[in-house]
Every structure is written in C-alpha cells, then in structure tokens.
C-alpha cells in the first residue's frame, strides 16, 4: 500500500509540473499572439509572433494531454486559456483572407481582448480588424496578379 501511495503522490507532483510547463507557455504564447494582434495591420511585423504563439499553444497542448489525474481546477485554469490562445491565433489566421463579416468580428473581439476588454469604443477595434483584413488581402491580391 505504501509503494503505491508514493507512486500515486509523485505522479500528482508531475501532473502539477506538466500543468506548470504548460502554463509558462501559454503566458509565451499569449503574450506573442498579443503582439501579433497589435501589428496585424503589418502581417510582415506580426508573423513572427504569430508562428511563435502557434508553436506556444502546440507545446502547451502536447503537454496538458501528458497530465493524468491533476486536480480538475488546476487544470481547468490552464486549459481556459488554451482555449484564449487558440481564439486569438484562429483569428489572426484570416489575415490575408478575403474579408468577411464573421473574420472582422472574429479579428476585433480578439483585438479588444489584447487591449484587456475595455470599456466603450468597440469601433476602434471593429476600424482596425477591417483595416488589417483588407490591407493584407489587398497585398495578396497584388502578388497575384503581379504574377
């Protein structure tokens, strides 16, 4: 019983570790996504951050899937926002696509939630989303053509 008690204890501490991992990333990759958000306007400026927040979210999710029996809140937490990650990288990969009104929407509540949800002036956000929606697809639509 013992041998087992002590297995079961370890075990707890490396889910807790793994959900500790986890969330080192997440903090990474939702502060690039953040950035990648704040120069969408300039995708040449934001891919980077773009591709680093989408390596972020992958480790985070190689590594929750690695946690057995972690307390559910804990985990719980860390997989709320891995949830966050994956909506701000979601939106952020219709830039350079034809514009649509779901692809603003999606891109403009992503950028009010990297400026911390505020109060009032959701049109800033809504100006913006269009404004990196088109000037990216206006880019891409001149490569093509161009070729």
């Known amino acids: 019983m013992t041998g087992r008690c002590k297995f079961d204890e370890l075990r707890l501490k490396t889910d807790r570790e793994l959900i500790h991992l986890a969330s080192s990333e997440l903090d990474l990759g939702i502060r690039d996504a953040y950035e990648a958000l704040e120069c969408a306007e300039n995708w040449a400026s934001a891919e980077w951050h773009y591709r680093m927040a989408e390596r972020a979210y992958a480790q985070a999710a190689r590594l929750i899937r690695l946690?057995?029996?972690?307390?559910?809140?804990?985990?719980?937490a860390v997989d709320w926002r891995l949830g966050q990650l994956r909506e701000a990288?979601?939106?952020?990969?219709?830039?350079?696509s034809v514009p649509t009104g779901a692809g603003v929407a999606a891109l403009a509540r992503a950028l009010w939630?990297?400026?911390?949800?505020?109060?009032?002036?959701?049109?800033?956000?809504?100006?913006?989303?269009?404004?990196a929606?088109?000037?990216?697809?206006?880019?891409s639509h001149a490569a093509c053509v161009g070729n």
């Open 67 to 76: 946690t057995g029996d972690a307390p559910g809140e804990e985990l719980g």
């Open 89 to 96: 990288l979601d939106a952020l990969s219709m830039v350079g």
């Open 113 to 131: 939630k990297a400026r911390g949800c505020p109060e009032g002036l959701p049109e800033q956000d809504w100006f913006r989303a269009e404004r």
């Open 133 to 139: 929606l088109t000037s990216q697809a206006e880019k």
